[in-house]
């Protein structure tokens, strides 16, 4: 009887702190004009677009040979969870327990959780977060940000785990924590295909698995938080051809059939792909490591003397691109002795500072502080199978952010945002 | 009647393996491992782990066969884990351009192969082997060192690991290869029984018959097996073959538990394999070692990472434990060599 009502009331308590401080069901009435609506409508316009075909031969061949439209097609568009609704200046500030660096996390507001024990307060929780890369500014953010959510919950114990880029690593760590019985796994997935199994294996153990970012192949996985690559890309195509109908652009892109090069690529040859300006010199994959991208680079202007466009699919990329150009004193060597675009993702501090500077055009953020969903999630899987709430939804979008350039623009409806106006980036503080 | 049974030779030939393995140093670390394993954490000696730990043995345990007999001729080959890799990539990518001129398709929506598995495996049985013969007559007949020879190969066959798949994964989800990955015969996953079977057989052929112990013999005084009239290259070639098939059917184990295969899959596990070996007793410098200490050192090796990942320690300090494992094993067989020797 004791147990009963005990059992009883913890449901009814969860069912209520989720409802209170969740808006699952409210939906607020300015939710269609918040960025996030504005961007998913253009790149529901372009995808269109790029659909029905596209008339630049050099994009639409590059487009075609890499098998763009399977990846875009599967990547879910769509609306946050609960309608929430994100606003720059929202979120929490902390110190990373990791990088133990000053962070500002955009998201602690969406599917939120309050401080304090979580479901069964008497029981602990074991929870694994595996992903690669504890040598990775944007990855230490993201690890930090589970770490941070964990320590707010008594009962939640963390394990994290960097398996080095070793999927087959990855896999290991998630089967020991199958034989430990762990309560829920979090993820940060490198490449989709080898991860399906694994977490396949979890959840067939009954522990639910939340990815962060990337994807995996599986289709059992309980909920997946979506970064906004398509975002991204997007953004950085609508920038290119806001400020040059025509150019010659070398890409230095992250492993193919990585999601964040499959969605980010694929987004910017969409948007400029009905512009008969443009014209592919060179595309390397520079997997995520900037000294790659700074020797790429470094071999395009050797071998090309019209660069005008610099695309990166990342942050550190783009680093290694622009000290590549500074390198060879060819900064404002475009044709008509313009200064060559560099458009970057990924809001590391240093690529701000370049932004202000006037060295990087754009960068499309891409926050990696998103590890505190991750937490929230798995969490509520957990509480879900033990009946004491609702489960999350299984595709839990980002919210689409809006890009930053030096001086505030208005690109197809979306208003940008300066550096100064980003309390969000990541990575160590760069002086100057 | 109990004394012509201990002299039957069966059993003095049981009773001084059974001895030396006792006094065998890393039987005692794999027991110390398993005794510490089962004290610290009620989850080390269950089902579940053996299991994983018995699949992670297979994949570098068979990697490690194959260097084992290539480190007993004096050589290396730092192929192993990119062949691993493109052998299945090979077997993937033939039977899909094959597909079209029998009027069928079998690399389906998401790059996922639909067709029969078993030329799959066949075709990378067959390419394991050739590489491998192709590094062994590169460093038998050409004279290419066998250091520069397969770390070409294993830049090359990177590079071609990308260039076949376009940098794409091939998702590998017939029954046959779950069956390999997932399954078990006994209560044994199917992989460790693949790696159990492989190990008797080169036992067999190493340490069972004359043509195998002429790599030993190649390994301790090459130009003293040269002037008994063993064909060196020969044998220099096939330890090659031998290590390229192993690599082939690690590969095959490999893909069939993550079932898929991908170009950037299983880098550095060429470290893996010489560490192994060399945990095991092999000498860097050839003639010492065998494929059962071999196994002895998969299981030191992978029992140990498990204990540690059991424990929840970062894959750092793991790493850190295998490099201070290696140094105290290489010391340990020296010794133990020069104390054989005097």
């Not at chain 1, 059992?220 to 938080?225: D, K, L």
């Not at chain 1, 492993?255 to 499959?262: E, F, I, K, N, Q």
């Not at chain 1, 006037?358 to 999630?377: C, F, H, K, Q």
């Amino acid at each position: 009887m004791l147990k009963l009502s005990r059992r009883h009331l913890l449901k009814t308590a969860a069912a209520l702190s989720v409802l209170a401080a969740s808006p699952l069901t409210i939906v607020p009435a300015f939710a269609e004009d918040s960025v996030h609506a504005v961007l998913n409508g253009l790149i529901k316009k372009y995808s269109d677009e790029a659909k029905t075909g596209m008339s630049n031969g050099d994009v639409s061949a590059l487009f075609e040979r890499d098998g763009f439209r399977d990846y875009l097609d599967v990547y879910p568009v769509g609306d946050l969870a609960g309608g929430f609704v994100w606003k720059p200046g929202m979120g929490a500030s902390f110190v990373g327990p990791y990088s133990k660096l000053q962070i500002k996390a955009p998201f602690t507001d969406y599917l939120p959780l309050p401080e304090g024990p979580v479901l069964d307060a008497s029981k602990k929780y074991r929870i694994g977060l595996v992903f690669h890369g504890f040598n990775h500014p944007w990855l230490i953010s993201l690890a930090d940000t589970a770490a941070w959510e964990a320590k707010r919950h008594p009962n939640i114990e963390l394990e994290v785990i960097d398996a080095e880029f070793d999927d087959n690593k990855m896999g290991q760590v998630i089967d020991t924590w199958i034989a430990k019985q762990y309560d829920g796994i979090v993820l940060w997935p490198n490449r989709e295909a080898p991860m399906g199994p694994p977490v396949d294996r979890a959840v067939a153990a009954g522990i639910p698995v939340v990815s962060l970012d990337r994807r995996t192949s599986s289709e059992q996985i309980s909920s997946e938080v979506l970064g906004n690559f398509y975002a991204n890309g997007l953004q950085q195509g609508l920038y290119l051809k806001h400020a040059a109908p025509e150019g010659n652009i070398i890409f230095n892109r992250k492993d193919l059939g990585s999601t964040a090069d499959s969605i980010r690529t694929g987004a910017f040859l969409e948007a400029i792909g009905n512009t008969p300006g443009y014209k592919v010199l060179a595309n390397y994959h520079t997997n995520s490591q900037r000294t790659q991208a700074f020797k790429s680079t470094a071999d395009a202007l050797q071998a090309f003397k019209d660069i005008s466009v610099s695309f990166n699919t990342g942050g550190e990329e783009a680093m290694g691109a622009l000290d590549a150009i500074r390198e060879a004193n060819r900064l404002n060597s475009a044709p008509g002795g313009k200064k060559i675009m560099i458009l970057a993702n990924d809001d590391a501090r240093e690529v701000l500072k370049e932004i202000k500077a006037g060295n990087i055009e754009m960068v499309s953020p891409y926050t990696p502080l998103i590890g505190d969903i991750g937490i929230r999630a798995v969490v509520m899987h957990i509480g879900a199978k033990a009946g004491l709430n609702e489960a999350p939804p299984k595709l839990i979008m980002t919210p689409n952010l809006p890009m930053i350039t030096k001086e505030k623009m208005n690109i197809e409806g979306i208003e940008t945002l300066t550096p100064d106006e980003w309390p969000y980036a990541y990575g160590p503080e760069v002086s100057g | 009647m109990s004394a012509i049974q201990l002299s039957s030779p069966s059993a003095s030939r049981v009773i001084p393996f059974l001895l030396d393995l006792a006094r065998d140093p890393i039987v005692w670390l794999i027991a110390l491992i398993f005794v510490v394993g089962a004290m610290t954490s009620q989850y080390y000696l269950t089902t579940l782990n053996l299991e994983n730990l018995m699949r992670n043995v297979a994949v570098i345990g068979l990697l490690s066969l194959g260097m084992t007999v290539v480190l007993l001729t004096g050589r290396i080959d730092l192929s192993v884990a990119a062949l691993m890799i493109f052998s299945i990539v090979v077997g993937v990518v033939v039977m899909t351009e094959i597909a079209p001129l029998i009027g069928s398709r079998w690399l389906v929506r998401g790059n996922t192969y639909a067709g029969p598995i078993v030329p799959v495996i066949l075709i990378a049985l067959t390419t394991g082997a050739a590489i491998g013969a192709i590094n062994g007559i590169g460093v038998a007949y050409f004279k290419v060192a066998s250091f520069i020879m397969t770390l070409v190969s294993l830049t090359a066959l990177r590079g071609f690991n990308y260039v076949l798949t376009d940098g794409h994964p091939y998702y590998l989800k017939a029954p046959l290869y779950q069956w390999i990955g997932d399954s078990k015969f006994a209560g044994i996953p199917v992989s460790f029984l693949l790696f159990l079977l492989v190990l008797l057989v080169l036992i067999g052929f190493v340490n069972g018959t004359v043509r195998g112990g002429r790599f030993y013999a190649i390994g301790g005084n090459e130009k003293a097996a040269l002037y008994a009239g063993i064909n060196t290259r020969r044998y220099v070639v096939l330890a090659y073959v031998i290590s390229g098939l192993c690599a082939a059917i690690a590969g095959i184990v490999f893909t069939a538990r993550l079932k898929s295969v991908d170009a950037p899959l299983a880098a550095g596990y060429e470290l893996t394999a010489i560490a192994i070996a060399v945990i095991g007793g092999t000498a860097l410098s050839g003639g010492i070692g065998s494929p059962w200490r071999t196994l002895l050192g998969s299981v030191a090796f992978a029992a140990g990472l498990n204990l540690l990942a059991i424990w929840g320690v970062g894959t750092w300090y793991q790493n850190l434990a295998i490099g201070i494992v290696l140094i105290a094993s290489v010391g340990l067989s020296k010794m133990s060599r020069k104390k054989s020797k005097s």
